[in-house]
C-alpha cells in the first residue's frame, strides 16, 4: 500500500494442519501488509484463521501445523525461518493483547509477578532478553508501576501486589495492555481484545488503546470480526473469508466503496455502516472440506462457473490503494 | 487465617470424641476378654473374677467408658495392662519413630510423585512417560508387604547395600534426644555417622511406605498438569516470549500442585496404617508395631490411646494442607 518497506507483511501463506478426517487447509495464501505506526484491522467471520494467522506471526503454532508456503516478514527479518519458535528479536518488537482478560492471567501468580515474567523476556529498549541482574528487575518494577497507572489502574503500587481475580474484566485487560506495551514494541499483535467485555468498556479500552499506540507510532493487528470496531480504530482493513485473503485496502475505501462481494455482504450485517441490513445466508465451510477455487462462491450471488475452478488471484485495480480477490474485477495488476 | 485455625483446632474435639466412642464400641463388641489374657493361660475362674474386679472390668460399659473418658481430659491416657508402664511414657518414646519415618515418606512421596507427574506431563506420550504411568499402575497393584519383602530380598540380603531391618545398629548408642529424629538429632548435634546409620536404616523402609502414594501424587500431577497446560494463560505467556521450561516451573506447575497437595493430605492417613506394616516388616519401634502388640494382647488401653495419637494427628496434618492450599491458591484466602 505505500511505498516504504512494511514493518510486518504476510504473503501468500498457506497453513495446513493434518487431523482424523483430513487436511485442514486453515489459511490459503493470506496476504496483507502493515506499514510503520499503521493500524490494521483483520476481519473476517468466526472460524474463518484469524487467531491461527496470529500464531503463525508469533511463532506459536501448535506442533502439527505446517507452513506450505509463503513468508511472513517482520522488519526484515523472517519469522517463519526459526521453524515454530519466535526469535528473540521478534518477541522484544510484537506485543500481544490477548481475547480473554478473564482466563489469559494465571489465577494464582500476583499480577506484578506475572507482569514481569513478561517483561523479563522482552525487555526494556537496549536490554538484553531474559537478562535479570544488577538492578534490572528494581528498574521493571517502576516501569510496569508507570505502565499501570498510564492504562488508568488506580494504585498501581497496591495493584501489583494483588491477584487477578481481584480486578474486573475491563481492569485486567487494561494490564495485560499495560504488559503488552511496556517493552516499547514496534507491533502490537491483539486478538478480538475487546469481545469478551461489555460495550461501554470495550469503547474505553478501544480508546485508551488508540491514545497509547498514537503516542508511540505503534503499529498494531487488531483483530475482529466487528465493522464499527475497525471504523473507529482502523487505517487499514484486510478482509479474510475461510482462510483466503478476499479484499485489503484503507478502512476508508472498504467501508464506503467495498469491491469484494463478500466485503458487502459482511458490511451489510452493520446496520450503522450501511443502509440494508442482512445477514449472510449458510456459513463459513469447515477448513477439511473447503470448496476449491473462491471459497466463498457457494454464499455468492455473484458467483460464476470460473470461481469455482480457480481461485482468482488477488489483483490491483489500476490506480487503486487496495487489493481484491475477485472474478468481478477483470482488469488489474497482480499484486 | 490465624481464626480459621483456631476453628479448626476446635473441631477436632468432637472428631477425637468420635473416634473413642467407636473405638471403644468395637473394642467392647471384640470376642477377646482383656481379663481372660491378663489372668494368663493356666488362670481358674476365680482368678479372671479377680482381675476382672481390679481393673474395673465389671462395670457396665458405659461407666468404663465414662471413666476412662475421664482420666483421657486431664491427659492421664492410663497404665498398659501388659508392660504396667504409663501408656504416655511409651508413646512419647515410640512415637518419634514413625514421625520421622512418616515425614521422611512423605518427602520421598512429594518430591518424587511431583516430579514424576510433572516428567509425564511436559515429555506427554515419550519414554519417560510410559514410565511415569507404569509406577502409577505398580504403586496401586503392589502390595506393601510385598514390596517391602522384596527391597528386603534384593537390597539388604542380596546386594546388602542397606540393613534389613532396624533403627540403628544395635550396639550403637542412638544421637542425643532433641527432638526424638533420629536424622534430625544426630545432624544437630554433629554426630555424623550415626547420621549415615540413621539413613541406611531408614532408606527401605520409607521408600516401601511411600511409594504406593509416590504414584497417586504422580498421576494426579500429571492428569492436573496436562489440563493445565491447555490453560489459556499458558499459551498468553507462550505467545509473550515466555520460554517454555520458565511457563512450567513455577507457573503451570503451582496450579497443578493443588490436587496433589490436597493428596499428600488424604495418603498422610494412609500412611500412619500403612507404617503399622512396614514397622512389623522392619522391626521399626515406632507406635505401628506398638499397637499390633497391644492388638494382639487386648490391651485396651493402649489401643485407644493410638487412635487418639493418630487421630490427632490425622486431623492436624489435615489442618496443614488447608493451610497450604490457602498460600498457593489466592482465590481460597
Ligand atoms: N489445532 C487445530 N487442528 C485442526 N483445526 C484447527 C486447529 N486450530 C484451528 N483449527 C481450525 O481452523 C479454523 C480457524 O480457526 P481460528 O481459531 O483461527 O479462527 P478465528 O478466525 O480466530 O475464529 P474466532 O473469530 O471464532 O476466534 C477453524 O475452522 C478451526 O476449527
Ligand atoms: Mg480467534
Request: aromatic residues 8%; neutral net charge.
Amino acid at each position: 500500500m505505500k511505498d516504504t518497506l512494511p514493518l510486518l507483511s504476510v504473503r501468500n501463506l498457506q497453513l495446513v494442519i493434518p487431523t482424523d478426517e483430513g487436511t485442514a487447509k486453515i489459511l490459503d495464501r493470506v496476504t496483507f501488509e502493515v506499514a510503520e505506526g499503521e493500524v490494521v484491522g483483520l476481519v473476517g467471520e468466526s472460524g474463518c484463521g484469524k487467531s491461527t494467522l496470529i500464531k503463525a506471526i508469533l511463532g506459536i503454532l501448535p506442533n502439527q501445523a505446517e507452513i506450505v508456503s509463503g513468508e511472513i516478514k517482520f522488519g526484515g527479518l523472517d519469522l517463519l525461518g526459526s521453524a515454530t519458535r519466535r526469535t528473540w528479536h521478534a518477541a522484544k518488537d510484537i506485543g500481544f493483547i490477548p481475547q480473554d482478560p478473564f482466563t489469559a492471567l494465571n489465577p494464582v501468580f500476583k499480577v506484578g509477578v506475572q507482569m514481569m515474567e513478561i517483561l523479563r523476556w522482552s525487555g526494556l529498549p537496549g536490554e538484553p532478553p531474559g537478562y535479570i541482574g544488577g538492578n534490572t528487575r528494581q528498574r521493571h518494577r517502576e516501569h510496569l508501576i508507570k505502565m499501570l497507572k498510564a492504562v488508568q489502574i488506580p494504585d498501581p503500587e497496591d495493584a501489583f501486589e494483588r491477584y487477578p481475580h481481584q480486578f474486573s474484566g475491563g481492569q485486567r485487560q487494561r494490564i495485560l495492555i499495560a504488559s503488552a506495551l511496556s517493552s516499547r514494541p514496534k507491533l502490537i499483535v491483539a486478538d478480538e481484545p475487546t469481545t469478551a467485555l461489555d460495550v461501554t468498556t470495550q469503547r474505553e479500552i478501544l480508546i485508551l488503546l488508540r491514545e497509547l499506540i498514537e503516542d508511540d507510532k505503534t503499529s498494531m493487528l487488531l483483530v475482529t470480526h466487528d465493522f464499527g470496531v475497525v471504523a473507529q480504530m482502523c487505517d487499514s482493513v484486510s478482509v479474510m473469508y475461510a482462510g483466503q485473503t478476499m479484499e485489503n485496502g484503507t478502512a476508508k475505501d472498504i467501508i464506503h466503496t467495498p469491491i469484494h462481494p463478500y466485503t458487502k455482504r459482511l458490511l451489510a450485517c452493520h446496520p450503522e455502516l450501511s443502509d440494508e441490513i442482512v445477514g449472510i445466508p449458510g456459513t463459513v465451510p469447515s477448513p477439511i472440506f473447503a470448496p476449491p477455487g473462491c471459497r466463498f462462491g457457494p454464499r455468492c450471488t455473484s458467483c460464476r462457473p470460473a470461481c469455482s475452478e480457480q481461485r482468482p488471484p488477488l489483483m490491483k485495480p489500476v490506480g487503486g490503494q487496495r487489493d481484491v480477490a475477485c472474478v468481478l474485477l477483470d482488469q488489474g495488476v497482480r499484486v | 487465617m490465624l481464626e480459621f485455625i483456631c476453628r479448626r483446632i476446635l473441631s477436632l474435639f468432637p472428631v477425637i470424641l468420635g473416634l473413642l466412642v467407636l473405638t471403644y464400641a468395637l473394642l467392647y463388641l471384640a470376642p477377646s476378654d482383656p481379663a481372660t489374657i491378663l489372668a494368663g493361660e493356666n488362670a481358674s475362674v476365680e482368678d479372671i473374677q479377680a482381675v476382672r474386679k481390679e481393673y474395673g472390668l465389671d462395670r457396665p460399659v458405659y461407666v468404663q467408658f465414662g471413666m476412662y473418658l475421664k482420666q483421657v481430659s486431664v491427659g492421664n491416657l492410663g497404665v498398659s495392662m501388659y508392660s504396667n508402664r504409663p501408656v504416655l511414657e511409651d508413646i512419647a518414646q515410640r512415637l518419634p519413630a514413625t514421625i520421622e519415618l512418616a515425614l521422611v515418606s512423605l518427602v520421598l512421596m512429594a518430591i518424587g510423585g511431583i516430579t514424576l507427574g510433572t516428567m509425564g506431563a511436559v515429555w506427554h506420550n515419550s519414554p519417560i512417560d510410559h514410565v511415569t504411568r507404569m509406577i502409577s499402575v505398580a504403586g496401586l497393584a503392589i502390595a506393601t508387604f510385598w514390596l517391602a519383602i522384596m527391597l528386603q530380598l534384593v537390597f539388604a540380603m542380596v546386594l546388602g547395600w542397606f540393613p534389613v531391618r532396624g533403627r540403628i545398629p544395635p550396639e550403637m548408642v542412638p544421637p542425643v534426644q532433641i527432638t526424638g529424629l533420629y536424622l534430625l538429632d544426630s545432624i544437630l548435634t554433629l554426630n555424623f555417622s550415626a547420621f549415615r546409620d540413621a539413613v541406611r536404616h531408614i532408606t527401605l523402609p520409607a521408600i516401601t511406605l511411600a511409594f504406593g502414594g509416590l504414584a497417586t501424587v504422580a498421576r494426579f500431577t500429571r492428569s492436573s498438569m496436562l489440563e493445565n497446560l491447555t490453560k489459556e494463560y499458558v499459551s498468553y505467556q507462550h505467545a509473550t516470549g515466555v520460554p517454555f521450561r520458565r511457563i512450567i516451573v513455577p507457573y503451570v506447575l503451582r496450579n497443578s500442585v493443588i490436587t496433589a497437595v490436597t493428596q499428600l493430605g488424604l495418603l498422610f492417613g494412609s500412611l500412619i496404617s500403612g507404617a503399622v506394616v512396614v514397622e512389623m516388616i522392619f522391626d521399626w519401634p515406632g507406635i505401628g508395631s506398638y499397637l499390633v502388640n497391644a492388638i494382639f494382647t487386648s490391651d485396651y488401653k493402649v489401643i485407644l490411646a493410638v487412635t487418639i495419637v493418630v487421630g490427632v494427628i490425622y486431623a492436624l496434618v489435615n489442618i496443614i494442607v488447608d493451610v497450604i492450599h490457602a498460600m498457593i491458591d489466592p482465590r481460597l484466602r
